[in-house]
């Protein structure tokens, strides 16, 4: 969250097994539901798309009024908010606690498979599954009936990413996403059909407990001694802008927690699930002759680097995300290997598989990918008085202080659309720009953007043929990137079709007796043309629909598994290899 968030809680000495009142948790779910009434950009969206309305609180109320602990409550507001099938909008219990039984799972060719195990916990002698082998069951439960289970209280914008999620919480139970994780017991059953054999095993295997489990928050004070909360004082006049063009997954999502065992280190390391999501190094293992170039030095962004098939000479760059520790750092960087690859390759492969997504770098990157004009995304904002009121301030200070002159001019034009909305009674503005690329100046009419040039004014951008890896974990940027990319003609997206998290996104208070937290999404972005997706009606939204891969790469499958991507690799070369041979015919 961009704006302060102060919470002053009174304490009282209370029994240990106390619950929240009803009325309680009555006034905090009224709390949620009003954060959402107000603030949600996609209400109407969800509305037409999915038969959800969010006004309509009446049967949630009366499920509240009817709960007979504080987790049940938790449970409730879960899949309130999973309802809007929304990876940016999640509701969170505040706690630490997460018990795992250190194996990774994920789906390939529609069964749950092992990805990894960890060995120091679990020795092969004593538990001698592996990689590749089916999870069948937990305790005494399908695993289909599991992840049914898990959908109820998270969703993700797209069936197949929702689905993947929720097999991670099969061996992976964070108290975040999974209320009742804190009853769990000491040991997990497990069913595993072996691959080797067919058979199946029956292993009992330790939940590993770390964190404070939370089973009941009240009950607390009265409203006088109830939390205050307070946006505070604004004194960074780039606030409101990150907060618009916040397209990210939240660092506190349960798939970025918890840790992996390397096998090629023997120790453990973070970053267990899901493999390589937002990782600087791609899940796979690169072809051989593969000339690494960046991506070894701890300072280094993107992972890059050249080989050759069938005498084609081929550059690969990967974005882990767009949001780069040093922005500045990051573009030289990217300029530097553009220029290279410019210089000493054929075709490109530009690589936003699992991809967490980010800010305003993905239009500079864009820059450097399109060597002509173009046309990025707008965004149509969901306007409160409190916004509009954060953006005239930051605007005033913004001019105090001699800010560059882009940003002024950004809060200019989209205070007036605001002031205009809300005069009208609309809830959204038109589309507005939302990044103006820290290299490009001032914001351009029609929101169209020029390719990036070098000292000598010359274009800078890639200019041969190159291709765009994506799959559903391409996330929010990593959604918009590919879109953009596609809605330019620039090059075929190559894999699955992207999450569907189209929307900048921001953390409210969603409950002061429960403590507890909801992600909203802001605004909804827009593509410069409508598409037509199987499943969904034509539209300019990237919210659930995605953007869909123009040739299909699934990398998902056993075969990948196994061989650590050897066949999806030697997929996407070959089509950018016949990509290239036909231009040159």
Known sequence: MTWKLCLILGTIALPAAAQLTTDQKLQDFRTLTSVYAKRYAPANWKKALLQVDLFDAARWMERVRRSKDDLEYFEIASEYVAQLDDLHSSFRMQTSFFADTGIVVDIYDGKVLIEAVNRLALPAAQFPFET??????????PVDILMDEFVRLRRRGNPSTTRRSAADLLTFRPQSALPRAAELGENAVLVIRRAATGEQETHTVPWRKQGVPTRNIGPVPDVKWAAVASRGVETDYMAPWRELTNFTVSPEDHLLRGEIYSSETGQLEPRRYLLGWGARAPVWTMPQGFQLRKGRAALDFHHSGVYQAEGVRIGYIRFPNFAPQSYTGALAELAEEVAFFKQNTDALVVDVMRNTGGGCYMLDAAAYLIPRPFSFFGEEIRVTADRINAVETS??????????????????????????????????TQSLPACTGLTQGLLPPGFENNP??????????YDKPLIVLVDEFSTSAGDIFPAMLQDNARGPLVGTRTNGAGGSTSLWVAGYFSESLTSNTNTLVLRREPVTAQGYPQTHYIENVGAHADIQLNYMTRENLMQRGRPFVDAFTKILVDMVKAAQQ
């Not at 590749?132 to 439960?141: H, Y």
């Not at 940003?407 to 005069?423: C, G, H, N, S």
């Not at 990036?452 to 951008?461: E, L, M, T, W």
């Open 132 to 141: 590749g082998d089916e999870l069948v069951s937990v305790d005494g439960k």
């Open 395 to 428: 605007r005033r200070l913004a001019v105090a202080q001699r800010a560059p002159e882009w940003i002024i001019r950004y809060y200019e034009i989209v205070l007036e659309e605001m002031q205009r909305a809300y005069r009208e009674n609309r809830g959204l």
């Open 452 to 461: 990036a040039v070098d000292r000598d004014g010359n274009i800078a951008a």
